[in-house]
């Protein structure tokens, strides 16, 4: 019985008593592990056409060629992918890799201009959002505070040269905002209508404000 202890018969030996160490414990096995879970479905293919971002920029290689002929000036010109800078020879390095900066700068941005036939598109875009057509439009260099303008009375619409790198949607909007100028000469309500059939007119001008750094709000 639980908690007697029984006692030994005559003559036997009585063995002490001790108490017995309990079993060592036995761990039990390691659950199987869950079964991984299934990845989560893919994502349906997007039926967007691709938005036309930032060109990649043009490759150049550069050669610099020094002269003690050329006093003054530098100048340069493309020959196959190689653009040749000609520097004077007293020019210094820091001087050297100022030009050689500027002369890729400026044949970088042609390059990227040239892609786009700009009185093409802007035939296309009339014709979309029912607007004038111009009679000429080309990208200007040193455009310093506009990033377009044109004159009514001719039909002319310029463009800066800068927004070549800009994505074309960027460009598509400005060349809108100069064709609805050819029907309404200031920005009044009336104007700001005919900009608003250009869907991307709201994200464009952000864009613009932006590379302006916050002070472009006529566009």
């Known amino acids: 019985m639980v908690g007697l202890r029984r006692r030994p018969p005559p003559g036997a030996i009585p063995l002490p008593w001790t108490d017995l160490a309990p079993p060592p414990a036995v761990e039990p096995p390691p659950p199987n592990p869950p079964p991984p879970a299934d990845p989560p479905p893919a994502d349906p293919p997007s039926t967007e056409p691709p938005s036309a971002e930032s060109p990649s920029e043009p490759a150049l290689d550069v050669r610099v060629i020094r002269s003690a002929k050329r006093t003054r000036t530098s100048s ?3 020959v196959g992918h190689t653009l040749e800078i000609r520097l004077p020879a007293w020019m ?12 890729t700068r400026r044949f970088r941005r042609k390059m990227t201009a040239d892609r786009i036939d700009l009185s093409e598109r802007a035939a296309l875009l009339a014709g979309r959002y029912d607007l004038p057509r111009p009679e000429s439009i080309r990208w200007v260099d040193g455009m310093r505070t506009r990033w377009g303008s044109c004159t009514p009375s001719t039909g002319a619409i310029r463009l800066s040269s800068a927004l070549a790198p800009f994505p074309d949607w960027v460009i598509d909007y400005v060349i809108v905002h100069e064709l609805a100028h050819l029907r309404e000469g200031g920005h009044s309500p009336a104007f700001w209508r005919l900009v608003g059939r250009y869907p991307r007119a709201e994200r464009a001008r952000g864009y613009l404000i932006a590379k302006s750094g916050g002070e472009d709000e006529a566009y």
Not at 92 to 103: F, G, K, L, R, T
């Open 76 to 78: 340069a010109r493309l």
């Open 92 to 103: 210094s390095v820091a001087e050297e890799a100022h030009w050689v900066a500027e002369w």
